[in-house]
């Protein structure tokens, strides 16, 4: 068994956000000299769940493995939303874990790419659920660099607490990036604090807001006073359908990933 093969492997899996729980499977299906295999897991959130099968394959002319792929299917605690893609590694790199529920969610992604050349670039990704392609896979939309969403200037005017803060702003900014829904402190006249939610809208130009119980609201609900009267109210209709279900369950996604690299698993 080729060992250095199997803790790159081990190690592809964790940056995937599959943390250290599939390394045993995955040893003992190498050492079996197996032509292909998969790895199967699941991983909870909040009310809904992900399974996920990753596909496995021997090089035709070394004792190398690759995983080309992984299928994540969404279970959502609504059936009716349940839904399933297909995520390709290319060069060693893909979605992770985390980021292909928020695609499966309807929330964007933004990813450093690489086009036919080679050449890397960054675009926001997210599924267009209208349209499959004959594989079974949603579409997926790109907005690239010239598209012209730039998320930093999305929250300038936003009375938005951490925005004062370098490092809270940059956290702000990962988490956004990776689709989640961000829990963000909105200061009010007089100084006093409340809890909002925030996700980037990249195919809108601008970010949605929902309120404690994840109902959505209009933006000028955060901007600073001064600011307030000439923001777009639209919010992105591809939003999720199921947010009102996590209201008093949700949990700050910056949180959350502590949680989950203390337990192994990267987010």
Known sequence: MNTQNVEFLQ??????????????????????????????????????????????RKSD????????RYDASLKHS???????????VNNGSSVTAKE????????????????????????WLKLDFDVKAD?????????????????????????????ADPKQKADL????ERGNVQSVTVVRDGGKEARYYIEASPQYKNVNVYDHKMNPVKRDTIKE???????????????????????????DPLVQNKRSRKKGVKV
Do not use: C, W
Not at 19 to 45: C, W, Y
């Open 11 to 56: 190690s592809q899996l964790k940056n995937f956000g599959f943390g250290e729980t599939l390394n045993r499977d995955l040893a003992s299906n190498i050492e079996k000299g197996l032509k292909d295999f998969q790895l199967q897991t699941e991983i909870p959130h909040f009310n809904n769940r992900i399974d996920y099968t990753l596909h496995l």
């Open 61 to 68: 002319t070394t004792d190398m493995y690759f995983i080309n």
């Open 78 to 88: 609504d059936a009716s939303l349940d839904k399933s893609q297909t995520f390709y």
């Open 100 to 123: 292909a529920f928020n695609l499966l969610e309807g929330r964007a992604v933004h990813k450093e790419l690489k086009n036919q050349e080679n050449v890397k670039y960054k675009a």
């Open 135 to 163: 594989s079974g896979n949603y579409k997926i939309k790109q907005f690239g660099e010239k598209y012209g969403y730039d998320l930093q200037k999305s929250l300038e005017g936003f009375a938005i607490k951490e925005l």
């Open 173 to 176: 900014m990962r988490s956004l």
């Open 225 to 251: 006073a001064e600011k307030s009267e000439s923001v777009s109210q639209v919010q992105d209709p591809k939003a999720s359908q199921d947010r009102k279900q996590k209201a008093d369950q949700k949990e």
